[in-house]
Every structure is written in structure tokens, then in C-alpha cells.
């Protein structure tokens, strides 16, 4: 079974039959030059959080990486081989009771900071509040022929915000 299954620059559907699949995936997000916020959408185990882990070890973060369910963002300064230093954060807001609870954590400053790549799971829940992403990403469990193993289907799409950085899409994968 084909692991892509649409080409084009600016949206691109996958299949992911493993967890390096899903860690390939990540290690090609992380070459990607994005910055601002990445939405990730899926039902509870659908693999944002797994992905999310292995993009960050992608990106050059070698500690553990926590599930911002309960604190709703977990931040990442990752230092790169030219010593400067990305800053990463990861945000939950699963539990997020009303979107205006962002101002008060101050997360305008987390989209604000310049270079800052910021993924967003359940972004929904504040889509009135957050400004346009750069990338959304929609993964979806499907069952497998493997009765152990699940695979999950991820669509990639740019946004305006992405079409405008001249990002593509069209190297990914898997």
C-alpha cells in the first residue's frame, strides 16, 4: 500500500503504517523552514502528541518531552549547530475552557516572537481567538490490515500564511 497518496505543493495526504513512519514524517517537517503556528487536528490517539515528540527530537531537542495537556504549553529553546537558538512551543488546548483564557497566559507573545514555530494540537477550541496558521495538519486513525498495528491517515495543507512563505509541500515523503 502506497504510504502518499496526493502530490502537490501546497497539500499532501499520507499514510502513516508505523511509528517510524510517523518519526520520518517528523524528521521532514523539521527541515521545513516554518515558523508561526502549526495546527494539529485529530481525535484523542489519533498520534499529535507522538508526533510532536518526534519533531522536536527532529529539531535538535534532546530532553524529554511532556504532553502540554495540563500546563497548555510547554516551551523548547533548541539550540542549533551555529549556537543560535530556536524557540519551540508546544500547546494542548484540549482542556481550554474559553479562548480568552490565551490572553491571560500570555500566549499572544509565544506567536509574536520572531522565528518562533509553535504547534498547536486542538487549535480549534481557539480558532476565533489564534491567527492563521501556517500549516494545518489533520491526522486520522484508519484501520489497518495489521490487526497489532493502526496506520493513520495525515493531510498536510498550507495555508495562505504557508503559500505566501513559498513553503512546499512537495518533498514530503513517506
Do not use: C
Not at 89 to 94: F, I, N, S
Amino acid at each position: 500500500m502506497p504510504n502518499s497518496t496526493t502530490e502537490d505543493q501546497n497539500t499532501k495526504t499520507l499514510i502513516l503504517h508505523t511509528e517510524s513512519d510517523t518519526q520520518r514524517l517528523a524528521e521532514q517537517l523539521a527541515a521545513l523552514p516554518l515558523t508561526g503556528s502549526v495546527w494539529l487536528a485529530g481525535d484523542l490517539g489519533a498520534g499529535k502528541t507522538t508526533l510532536t515528540r518526534y519533531w522536536l527530537q527532529a529539531l535538535g531537542h534532546t530532553g524529554a518531552v511532556k504532553s502540554p495537556t495540563y500546563t497548555l504549553v510547554e516551551p523548547y529553546n533548541i539550540e542549533q549547530k551555529d549556537g543560535s537558538v530556536n524557540p519551540v512551543y508546544h500547546a494542548d488546548l484540549y482542556r481550554l475552557q474559553d479562548p480568552e483564557e490565551l490572553s491571560f497566559i500570555g500566549f499572544d507573545e509565544y506567536l509574536d516572537e520572531p522565528n518562533a514555530l509553535v504547534i498547536i494540537e486542538w487549535a480549534s477550541r481557539a480558532d476565533s481567538y489564534l491567527p492563521p496558521p501556517t500549516l494545518f495538519i489533520d491526522m486520522t486513525q484508519a484501520a489497518s490490515n495489521d490487526k497489532d498495528n493502526e496506520s493513520r491517515q495525515v493531510e498536510l495543507r498550507l495555508s495562505k500564511v504557508g503559500q505566501a512563505q513559498d513553503l512546499d509541500l512537495s518533498s514530503v515523503k513517506i
